[in-house]
């Protein structure tokens, strides 16, 4: 009981959906403040630097290699055929 007044359960919800943005703001805030200095103090590699570990391309060598390798085994196959 809130002075003469009963507080239900409905005005409850009511408040804490109109709380629920403002708590969500403040937390999103409160969690970038906490890292902005970080962040700032940490260079940013570039986009070709951090695709490098997932970059599947042949060298040259490689690709001659491979197209070698390749004819041989099918050159293999041709002969287990016949």
């Known amino acids: 009981m809130v002075g ?3 507080v239900t359960s409905s005005e409850h919800r009511r408040v804490a959906k109109r709380l629920l943005p403002f708590a969500i703001i403040a937390a999103f805030a409160a969690g970038l403040a906490g890292c902005s200095e970080s962040i700032s103090s940490v260079s940013v590699p570039r986009f070709s630097e951090l695709m490098r570990g997932y970059d599947d391309t042949l060298t040259a060598q490689q690709q001659k ?4 390798e390749l004819q041989k085994d099918q050159a293999q196959a041709e ?3 016949n």
């Open 79 to 81: 002969a287990a055929k």
């Open 4 to 6: 003469n007044k009963t």
């Open 65 to 68: 290699d491979a197209i070698a």
